[in-house]
């Protein structure tokens, strides 16, 4: 079955770059999706297909995504990045979420 | 706007049938690329895609879980019911309902709030 990987934490400095991988084999040859989930609250999309953003999501979300690894970059982190971010792909029709990042700003 | 909302049972016994509505609003599940999916996680724990539902009708389910899941639409067309058989503890978790889209590359672009759902005797 496909699983995604990711970091169980992530720590970033404030203003500092973030960035949350998410590994698979070959997954550079599907699209990614991340999500991020403050607690108590559902999931948002901030990025979709590799590196576009939903109307709303500040330009400092970007992401990459080739061969075994993609990753989602938060440029100047703020402390409202803090938060659970996932990554998900469709494998044959069927959806995979990653086992999340949490990312702490200090 | 789009608006989705998940409701149903709060407490459900092991083995009973779980059955779970999501009402939504602002685009409808007739339109071509759409498609309504449930997604749930456990308190603490990660999100997990159970099943979708396509403007086509067409269903795709976990594989783990595709023995105990249905995902139908509701008697009203914007509803989707999602259920979800022999539950058991481990089910217990916040259910999502949300839109997915070919706009966005088949993301989930619109979440609802979700809805805690506990089994428990």
């Known amino acids: 079955s496909y699983e995604l990987t990711q970091p169980l934490s992530v720590s970033v400095a404030l203003g500092q770059t973030a960035r949350i991988t998410c590994e698979e084999n070959n997954i550079g040859s599907k699209n990614v999706h991340w999500y991020q989930q403050k607690p108590g609250q559902a999931p948002v999309l901030v990025i979709y297909?590799?590196?576009n953003r939903p109307s709303g999501i500040p330009e400092r979300f970007s992401a990459s995504n080739s061969g075994n690894t993609a990753t989602l970059t938060i440029h100047r982190a703020q402390d409202g990045d803090e938060a659970d971010y996932y990554c998900q792909v469709w494998d044959r029709l069927t959806g995979v979420f990653g086992g999340g990042t949490k990312l702490t700003v200090l | 706007q789009i608006t989705l909302k998940e409701s149903g049972p709060t407490l459900v016994k092991p083995t009973q049938t779980l059955t779970l509505t999501c009402t939504f609003s602002?685009?409808?599940?007739?339109?071509?690329?759409?498609?309504v999916g449930w997604i749930r996680q456990p308190p603490g724990k990660a999100l997990e895609w159970l099943a979708l539902?396509?403007?086509?009708?067409?269903?795709r389910y976990s594989p783990s879980l595709k023995s105990r899941l249905t995902i139908t639409k509701g008697t009203s067309k914007s509803q989707v019911v999602l259920t979800l058989t022999n539950v058991d503890p481990v089910d217990t978790a916040t259910y999502y309902c949300?839109?997915?889209?070919?706009?966005?590359?088949?993301?989930?672009?619109?979440w609802g709030q979700g809805t805690l759902v506990v089994v428990s005797s």
């Open positions: 297909k590799d590196n």
């Open positions: 602002g685009f409808s599940l007739s339109s071509s690329g759409v498609a």
């Open positions: 539902l396509y403007w086509d009708d067409n269903e």
């Open positions: 949300a839109h997915r889209s070919t706009t966005v590359a088949g993301a989930f672009d619109y």
